[in-house]
């Protein structure tokens, strides 16, 4: 079955701005920390508050962040990376310590609402190769009777984020829909678990990936206007993947015992830039066509009603692995430094309120020297350099800066690594290559970022760059072979 998204959920919440209360709907999103130089956590918080923002899920237990949503009346999945499944499985002790030290600790001290425990993170991927299969289940259970013993068991549920290919359908039709064949009995033991704990069954769904995967999907299909080609499954129309993905999950439910399992949908949304798909346009067509059907109460013919959903994602995150592809870094509505990147409504009447009280770096950059030659042997190893310390993945064909001449490249990239590295002097002394200059360098849509300050900027110098951007790489060379 082609993969899907899905978003959001009605929910009255209740704002206080300034002495007013205002009843407003609500959407969740995913709040991911692999950022070089992140927002300090008491802005993002302001910054899910003043966009009326009621739930987020995070990818950690992280106590700068957990303390940071203190009384703040916001609903809270915090999750355990699949690293920690195996010491986790392997020990009730384990769990019960992790449980007391990142649950009840925020929960009883720090007044942190916590509902959800996401116990690792699309554990049965199949590029994981069955690494998580055994030990996924042991360590829910290990999980759910840590927080039983903790006396948190009626407000805090387990569950497990899943990718949509659990489940598959040969057909494509929802009504053909079951647990992929070599986990399905695992599958069933998972959905029986989280039922008698009146736990839901989290999915993540996304529409781009099917788009990014197969380059003959059908592109209208993957948005909300009703101008893709519909599939007519005995009766019940669908004219959007998202519709037939989270219905396919129900049809899978559904047939094995399960039809009423409570489902939120944990990751759902479009990237911004890395991939000549994801782009602006697409991103505000995706993201605010759903939110439509959100406020229409609009569900799928199987589920009436709106999605319990988590858009994906908040925020930028420049140190993501991009091993999945450049697009990775991208995903948020929101740059690093906490500005909209389109107009957006989630829901308040209005469009998205940037942060406020960012701080920036001074308004320099770094970039390839007037008289520099481009067939300086140094030339490829800087860039490479530059690239595997900082973030290169708009440069790639199709993305924001994909059109830019080789000199453009070479700086951009000099760049990104000078503003990670603080603007330190030293961070731009590519011998007989690079300048530091106080004119802007963007191009057009290509914006040459100047980086925020934050609270982690004195480690970012140093910072070993998590992943390299090998096709990034390879496009500047191929251009560079070209020049030699």
């Not at 915090?78 to 195996?86: F, K, T, W, Y």
């Not at 030990?135 to 569950?159: D, E, F, R, W, Y």
């Not at 070479?410 to 603007?423: C, I, L």
Request: net charge neutral; glycine share 8%; with cysteine.
């Amino acid at each position: 079955m082609l993969s899907k998204g899905v978003f959001a959920v009605f929910f009255a919440i209740t704002l206080l701005y300034g002495s007013l209360l205002i009843e407003v709907e609500g959407i969740g999103v995913n709040w991911g920390s692999q950022a070089r130089h992140p927002l300090p956590p008491a802005t993002v918080v302001r910054l899910l508050r003043e966009n009326g923002i009621q739930k987020v899920k995070l990818f950690e237990a992280d106590s700068a962040i957990l303390k940071a949503l203190s009384r703040t009346g916001i609903q809270v999945m915090v999750g355990i990376p699949n690293d920690l499944l195996a010491p986790i499985a392997g020990s009730v002790a384990a769990a019960e310590r992790w449980v007391s030290q990142n649950v009840s600790a925020h929960v009883s001290s720090n007044g942190v609402d916590i509902r959800y425990v996401a116990v690792g993170n699309e554990p049965f991927l199949k590029a994981f190769n069955g690494t998580f299969e055994s030990i996924t289940l042991p360590a829910l259970q290990n999980i759910q009777s840590a927080i039983i013993k903790a006396g948190l068991a009626t407000q805090v549920k387990v569950t497990v984020p899943l990718n949509a290919d659990v489940y598959q359908s040969a057909s494509n039709l929802p009504s053909d829909g079951d647990f992929r064949p070599e986990i399905r009995d695992l599958m069933l033991n998972i959905v029986k678990f989280l039922s008698d704990n009146q736990a839901p069954f989290t999915i993540n769904i996304y529409p781009f990936i099917s788009l990014y995967n197969d380059p003959n999907f059908p592109v209208e299909f993957a948005f909300f206007d009703g101008t893709g080609d519909p599939i007519n499954d005995n009766g019940r129309i669908y004219d959007n993947v998202l519709d037939a993905n989270y219905d396919t999950l129900v049809w899978s439910l559904q047939k094995n015992g399960f039809g009423n399992l409570t489902i939120i949908v944990g990751e759902v949304g479009w990237p911004t830039d890395g991939d000549k798909n994801a782009n602006m346009l697409y991103a505000r067509r995706y993201n605010q066509g759903f939110m439509n059907r959100q406020k229409a109460n609009k569900g799928t013919p199987m589920r009436p009603g709106a999605m319990d959903a988590y858009l994906f994602s908040l925020i930028d995150e420049d140190a993501k692995s991009i091993q999945p592809g450049n697009f990775e870094r991208h995903w948020g509505i929101f740059y690093i430094d906490g500005r909209p990147k389109y107009q957006l409504s989630l829901g308040t009447g209005n469009g998205l309120i940037p942060a406020k009280d960012v701080h920036y770096l001074a308004k320099k950059w770094c970039i390839l020297a007037p008289t520099a030659n481009l067939q300086d042997p140094q030339l490829g190893p800087s860039v490479s350099y530059a690239c595997d310390h900082a973030d290169c993945t708009s440069l790639g064909y199709g993305s924001s800066c994909g059109s830019l001449n080789l000199a453009q490249n070479v700086s951009y990239a000099f760049n990104s690594y000078y503003q990670v590295s603080n603007q330190l002097d030293s961070a731009c002394k590519f011998p007989g290559l690079s300048i530091i200059t106080n004119r802007d360098p963007s191009v057009g849509s290509c914006k040459f970022k100047i980086m925020i300050k934050s609270d982690d900027s004195s480690e970012a110098s140093t910072m070993m760059p998590l992943t390299r951007p090998r096709a990034v790489l390879l496009l500047i060379l191929i251009c560079l072979y070209i020049v030699l």
